[in-house]
């Protein structure tokens, strides 16, 4: 097995010390790091994010593997800003005001991440002004907001009616959280809805078009 597969497998497995240190070895053998991206860590969160889809890992297996994703990034993450590649799209996503719920939005930003989006985390509890002074900052291609209570629901209509208000009215808007659903998207005039971190990964591709 080449040095790429065996840390695709280390991240699917979620094995953080050996993703770190195949990551440094693929590095020492001559491979670009966005070549490690692209061959290793992308497709292994992408088949981390189906299986989530499809039952067969749950949480804790996710989170594993975000963070053994996260770990070869430590090493990455400077190796690829100084050779100028920059991820495809870019994302701006948090949690609506209200809410302080924020373990399944940090999975879904680490599932974009890991498919080729830059993401702005702006974190918890974040006001409609919020998100449009980062759409205006970071000219995102997807705009995410998570919601866990349905006493922050209206918060997100008002986080989508505040930006279809603004001169940023065309971004692509998901949403997802427990209590959202397909027909409440819809609803609110957001573009997309997902009801798990690998199907927001499928999602959030195909309103950037590349799905
Ligand atoms: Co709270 N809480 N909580 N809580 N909490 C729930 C949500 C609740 C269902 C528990 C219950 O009563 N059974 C209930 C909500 C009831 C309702 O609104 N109908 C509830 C409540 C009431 C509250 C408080 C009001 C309790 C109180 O203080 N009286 C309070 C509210 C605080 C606030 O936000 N203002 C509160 C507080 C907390 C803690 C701080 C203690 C903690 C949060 C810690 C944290 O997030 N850092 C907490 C937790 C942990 C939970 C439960 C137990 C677990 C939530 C979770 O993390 N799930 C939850 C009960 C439950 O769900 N069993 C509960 C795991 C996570 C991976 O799933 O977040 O659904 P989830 O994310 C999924 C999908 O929804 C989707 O993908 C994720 C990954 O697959 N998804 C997206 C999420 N965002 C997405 C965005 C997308 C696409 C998909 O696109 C942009």
Do not use: C
């Not at 292994?44 to 039952?55: C, R, Y």
């Not at 804790?60 to 991820?87: C, D, F, H, N, Y």
């Amino acid at each position: 097995m080449t040095t790429l597969e065996l840390l695709s497998q280390a991240v699917g497995a979620g094995k953080s010390k050996d993703a770190k240190a195949l990551t440094q070895r693929a590095l020492d053998e001559g491979v670009g790091p966005g070549e490690i991206v692209n061959q290793a860590l992308v497709p292994a969160m992408a088949a981390v994010g189906e299986k989530f889809k499809n039952n067969l890992i749950f949480v804790p297996e996710m989170l594993v593997s975000a963070r053994a994703m996260k770990e070869a990034m430590v090493l990455l993450e400077p190796r690829l800003v100084a050779a100028g590649i920059t991820p495809k799209y870019t994302a701006v996503i948090g949690t609506v005001q209200g809410d302080l719920h924020d373990i399944g939005k940090n999975l879904v930003a680490i599932m974009w991440k890991g498919a080729n989006f830059k993401v702005i985390d702006l974190g918890t509890n974040v006001p409609p002004t919020k998100f449009i002074s980062a759409i205006k900052e970071h000219q995102p291609h997807v705009v995410g907001l998570s919601g866990l209570l349905t006493t922050t629901m209206p918060a997100m209509v008002e986080t989508v009616k505040a930006i279809r208000a603004s001169e940023y009215k065309t971004v692509k808007i998901m949403v997802g959280g427990a209590p959202v659903s397909q027909q409440f998207a819809d609803e609110i005039g957001a573009d997309g809805y997902a009801p798990d971190a690998g199907a927001a990964v499928d999602r959030a591709l195909a309103l950037v078009g590349a799905a």
